[in-house]
């Protein structure tokens, strides 16, 4: 046997010659177009196995650190989650009632019918697919992903009631009074020359979560818009539609619009009838007394600024890119208070967002809670 015995000392110099064989070996076989990219070919079972494998693996080790949050229940996270998931995930992955098309059918890999899939993994796994999606797959990532993790945990959240979903109640949490089909998150509008009114299917896709009046749904989900200042609900679309503020549930829907469309929804919305937010819970009075003050006087300790003098209620004529905040719902304004107090630039905005961003900076859970449940205890009013 001692004939058959090669001596070879791997030395960095033969180590290097190999690896650099093995590379230019691997450069010739893509140069030469042997390898067959046609999806028409699918993958080998060993490959398809494989790459699951390493899929499922990296998720469940990445998401590792991930907590999860204790109110996924919550209905409004989930109606909006829903909203959302028509617009922006059932064009490939098909939802309740609407199968996915045969186009999808033909990816490699498909996107899968997510109802049998969602058991497979844990709520954070979801959340971690959701936010960062999955590279080589078409699996894209959450549209402003660091930002807006709230916004991917109401799509988890979503997700984790889909299996044994029937197609009414898909259509009922994501379409409300609207057809199914009002939810044009991946086709573009032509710039059409604009009369006063926003086109019909655009409307209808706006309302499936904030309604035609602008009222919102009955749970919540959603700010209520109606009767809001012309002028801010355009710097708004336009703010989302740029990426200025960060949300992909609303990029989604206000992207493809080109503006003379936006400045008709604006118009639509601000001509409505100033009502409350539909479906909002009351708040508690104690913290509605704490929160007037800070309204209106703010906190000179903290630096805070007295609320009113931009936002009201006065009679005083406000600027109207500044938003009225009376009758909108708390857990909205509370949302949109934690996102400024972030370090990060969570929540752009309009042109006049970096003073609003200032003020709610340094803002604690009390005061931000309180305020909140001011604003949502008065009856809404039209800026004045
Ligand atoms: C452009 C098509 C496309 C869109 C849009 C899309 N996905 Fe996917 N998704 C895929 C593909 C393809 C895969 C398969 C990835 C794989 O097998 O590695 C996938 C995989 C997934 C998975 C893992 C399924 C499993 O167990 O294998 C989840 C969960 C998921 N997507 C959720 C969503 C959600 C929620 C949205 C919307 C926010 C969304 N996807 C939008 C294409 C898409
Ligand atoms: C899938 C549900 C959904 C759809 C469809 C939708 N919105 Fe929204 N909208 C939301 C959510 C959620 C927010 C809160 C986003 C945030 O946190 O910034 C929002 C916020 C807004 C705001 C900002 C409100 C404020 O007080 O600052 C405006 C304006 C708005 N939407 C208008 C529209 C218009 C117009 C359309 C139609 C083009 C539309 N939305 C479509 C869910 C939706
Ligand atoms: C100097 C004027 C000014 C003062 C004072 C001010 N704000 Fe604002 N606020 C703004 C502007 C401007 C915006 C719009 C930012 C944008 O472009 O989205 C805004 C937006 C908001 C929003 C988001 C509304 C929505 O519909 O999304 C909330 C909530 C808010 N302010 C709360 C407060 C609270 C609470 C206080 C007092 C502690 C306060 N603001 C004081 C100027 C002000």
Same mark, same amino acid.
């Given at each position: 046997?001692?004939?058959?015995?090669?001596?070879?000392?791997?030395?960095?110099?033969?180590?290097?010659?190999?690896?650099?064989?093995?590379?230019?070996?691997?450069?010739?076989?893509?140069?030469?177009?042997?390898?067959?990219?046609?999806?028409?070919?699918?993958?080998?079972?060993?490959?398809?196995?494989?790459?699951?494998?390493?899929?499922?693996?990296?998720?469940?080790?990445?998401?590792?650190?991930?907590?999860?949050?204790?109110?996924?229940?919550?209905?409004?996270?989930?109606?909006?989650?829903?909203?959302?998931?028509?617009?922006?995930?059932?064009?490939?992955?098909?939802?309740?009632?609407?199968?996915?098309?045969?186009?999808?059918?033909?990816?490699?890999?498909?996107?899968?019918?997510?109802?049998?899939?969602?058991?497979?993994?844990?709520?954070?796994?979801?959340?971690?697919?959701?936010?960062?999606?999955?590279?080589?797959?078409?699996?894209?990532?959450?549209?402003?992903?660091?930002?807006?993790?709230?916004?991917?945990?109401?799509?988890?959240?979503?997700?984790?009631?889909?299996?044994?979903?029937?197609?009414?109640?898909?259509?009922?949490?994501?379409?409300?009074?609207?057809?199914?089909?009002?939810?044009?998150?991946?086709?573009?509008?032509?710039?059409?020359?604009?009369?006063?009114?926003?086109?019909?299917?655009?409307?209808?896709?706006?309302?499936?979560?904030?309604?035609?009046?602008?009222?919102?749904?009955? $749970?919540? =989900?959603? /700010?209520?818009? *109606? #009767? %809001?200042?012309? +002028? !801010? &609900?355009?710097?708004? @679309?336009?703010?989302?539609?740029?990426?200025?503020?960060?949300?992909?549930?609303?990029?989604?829907?206000?992207?493809?619009?080109?503006?003379?469309?936006?400045?008709?929804?604006?118009?639509?919305?601000?001509?409505?009838?100033?009502?409350?937010?539909?479906?909002?819970?009351?708040?508690?009075?104690?913290?509605?007394?704490?929160?007037?003050?800070?309204?209106?006087?703010?906190?000179?300790?903290?630096?805070?600024?007295?609320?009113?003098?931009?936002?009201?209620?006065?009679?005083?004529?406000? $600027?109207? =890119?500044? /938003?009225?905040? *009376? #009758? %909108?719902?708390? +857990? !909205? &304004?509370?949302?949109? @208070?934690?996102?400024?107090?972030?370090?990060?630039?969570?929540?752009?905005?309009?042109?006049?967002?970096?003073?609003?961003?200032?003020?709610?900076?340094?803002?604690?859970?009390?005061?931000?809670?309180?305020?909140?449940?001011?604003?949502?205890?008065?009856?809404?009013?039209?800026?004045?």
């Amino acid at each position: 046997m001692k004939g058959w015995r090669v001596d070879f000392l791997v030395t960095p110099l033969r180590a290097g010659l190999a690896a650099a064989a093995v590379a230019a070996g691997v450069l010739a076989f893509g140069w030469s177009g042997l390898f067959n990219v046609a999806a028409t070919s699918g993958h080998w079972p060993i490959t398809d196995w494989f790459l699951h494998y390493v899929m499922i693996n990296s998720v469940k080790t990445r998401s590792l650190a991930i907590e999860t949050p204790g109110d996924l229940d919550d209905p409004a996270l989930i109606a909006r989650g829903a909203g959302h998931f028509a617009a922006g995930c059932a064009g490939c992955h098909g939802a309740p009632g609407r199968p996915r098309s045969p186009v999808i059918r033909e990816m490699v890999p498909t996107a899968p019918d997510l109802g049998p899939k969602v058991p497979t993994w844990e709520p954070k796994h979801l959340f971690w697919i959701v936010k960062n999606g999955v590279k080589y797959a078409g699996m894209p990532a959450w549209v402003s992903a660091e930002e807006r993790e709230d916004e991917a945990w109401a799509v988890t959240a979503f997700l984790l009631k889909l299996p044994g979903m029937d197609a009414d109640s898909y259509r009922s949490l994501a379409f409300g009074a609207e057809q199914d089909g009002a939810a044009n998150g991946f086709t573009a509008v032509k710039p059409e020359p604009q009369g006063a009114a926003p086109r019909e299917d655009v409307l209808a896709d706006c309302a499936r979560c904030h309604g035609r009046d602008g009222a919102g749904r009955d $749970n919540a =989900a959603f /700010p209520v818009i *109606a #009767g %809001q200042n012309e +002028a !801010y &609900l355009f710097d708004a @679309l336009k703010a989302y539609a740029d990426g200025r503020r960060h949300s992909g549930i609303m990029a989604t829907a206000a992207a493809r619009l080109p503006e003379p469309e936006l400045r008709a929804l604006a118009a639509h919305y601000a001509a409505q009838p100033p009502v409350a937010a539909k479906g909002a819970p009351p708040v508690e009075a104690a913290l509605v007394a704490a929160g007037e003050r800070i309204a209106r006087e703010g906190d000179r300790g903290a630096g805070t600024p007295a609320c009113a003098s931009c936002h009201g209620p006065s009679p005083m004529a406000r $600027n109207p =890119a500044y /938003p009225s905040l *009376a #009758g %909108q719902h708390a +857990a !909205y &304004l509370e949302s949109q @208070l934690r996102l400024w107090e972030k370090e990060h630039d969570s929540r752009g905005g309009g042109p006049f967002a970096g003073v609003m961003r200032k003020i709610a900076f340094g803002m604690t859970e009390e005061q931000i809670k309180a305020v909140s449940a001011y604003y949502a205890s008065l009856p809404r009013e039209r800026t004045p």
